[in-house]
């Protein structure tokens, strides 16, 4: 066989091992999308199940109940995503799941892959790697990044005012639109009540585009604490120094304003603050 046909053979075959990656990966994502929505329903269910209401603990059992199905589903879908990726890592291709689903699969699980996916230092995943150097600002250990963002009355503060001030820190990214936000609320305005006056404090950054909307919620769910929020939704500038793309999202600062632990859900919160404050004890 001459060597012109042996060439154009061997280009044929990797095309089409290439368009069968990529059809692969295109089912997937399609399906995908569709389990999504259904998530998406179930987020939506909990938001109007708890908007506006006094959350008792006959709602806060009925919140809790749709939200553990909402994780259940999400993270099914996650670990398919995982394992279609994991089974690529030597097809280029692959690098549209990463960008793709990056949000489901977390930057932890992204950092991890990139040390052994074979495209990794691509121009495609030139952005993918510098989000992972902004996930790095919430790695425990490190040092607050610092910035300004108005309060409720238009004045501006810098997170420094409140982070490093010698209290362990909560700041809790969220918004009145969210549903999982104010399910999570119950747990935070417990720990507050539990651990304020040993030194813990919470600061609100929200992501919100509708003053009214955001200063109402503030009063519904009981939040006594600081808030910020330069009403600019998704676009805010907390998300794009932090790099959060999902709410609710939380970071606990130390007294001297290093991380010391992010998304703390549940009563996850209280059990953390319960183990700092007998470790600052003794």
């Given at each position: 066989?001459?060597?012109s046909?042996i ?14 990656t ?5 089912a ?13 329903e179930?987020?939506n269910?909990l938001m109007?199940l708890?908007?506006?209401?006094e959350m008792?603990?006959?709602?806060r ?7 553990q199905?909402?994780?259940s ?8 995503i995982?394992?279609?990726i994991e089974?690529h890592l030597d097809?280029?291709?692959t ?7 990056k ?5 932890d ?7 052994k996916y074979k495209f990794?230092?691509s121009d495609?995943?030139a952005?993918?790697?510098?989000e ?5 600002t919430?790695?425990?250990g490190?040092?607050?990044v610092?910035f300004?963002?108005p309060?409720e009355?238009g004045?501006n ?5 409140y982070?490093?001030q010698?209290?362990?820190v909560?700041?809790?990214?969220w918004a009145?639109?969210c549903?999982?936000c104010r399910?999570?609320m ?5 720990a ?8 813990f404090?919470i600061?609100g ?5 509708n003053r009214?909307a955001w200063?109402k919620?503030i009063?519904e769910?009981?939040m006594?604490w ?7 939704g998704?676009?805010?500038l907390?998300?794009q ?6 709410i ?13 632990a ?5 009563d996850a919160?209280?059990?953390k603050?319960?183990e700092?404050?007998?470790?600052g004890?003794?």
């Amino acid at each position: 066989m001459k060597k012109s046909a042996i060439l154009l053979m061997l280009s044929l075959s990797l095309n089409l091992n290439a368009q069968t990656t990529s059809n692969f990966v295109d089912a997937l994502i399609e399906d995908v999308n569709q389990r999504m929505e259904v998530c998406k329903e179930k987020q939506n269910e909990l938001m109007v199940l708890v908007r506006g209401k006094e959350m008792t603990s006959e709602l806060r059992a009925k919140g809790d109940s749709i939200y553990q199905v909402y994780m259940s589903m999400f993270e099914a879908i996650t670990n398919d995503i995982k394992s279609t990726i994991e089974g690529h890592l030597d097809d280029a291709a692959t690098s549209k799941l990463l960008l793709t689903f990056k949000r489901q699969l977390g930057y932890d699980y992204l950092e991890a892959i990139m040390h052994k996916y074979k495209f990794a230092a691509s121009d495609e995943l030139a952005g993918l790697r510098d989000e992972l150097v902004i996930e790095a600002t919430k790695k425990p250990g490190a040092q607050l990044v610092d910035f300004e963002l108005p309060d409720e009355t238009g004045i501006n503060h810098r997170l420094s005012e409140y982070v490093g001030q010698g209290h362990f820190v909560l700041v809790d990214f969220w918004a009145s639109w969210c549903g999982p936000c104010r399910a999570e609320m119950p747990y935070v305005l417990k720990a507050y009540e539990r651990f304020h006056k040993k030194g813990f404090d919470i600061l609100g950054l929200s992501f919100d585009n509708n003053r009214d909307a955001w200063l109402k919620a503030i009063a519904e769910l009981g939040m006594s604490w600081p808030q910020l929020s330069d009403l600019q939704g998704w676009k805010s500038l907390a998300a794009q120094r932090y790099g959060v793309h999902a709410i609710p999202f939380t970071i606990l600062f130390d007294p001297t304003g290093k991380v010391v632990a992010t998304n703390l859900r549940g009563d996850a919160l209280a059990s953390k603050l319960e183990e700092l404050m007998i470790v600052g004890e003794k």
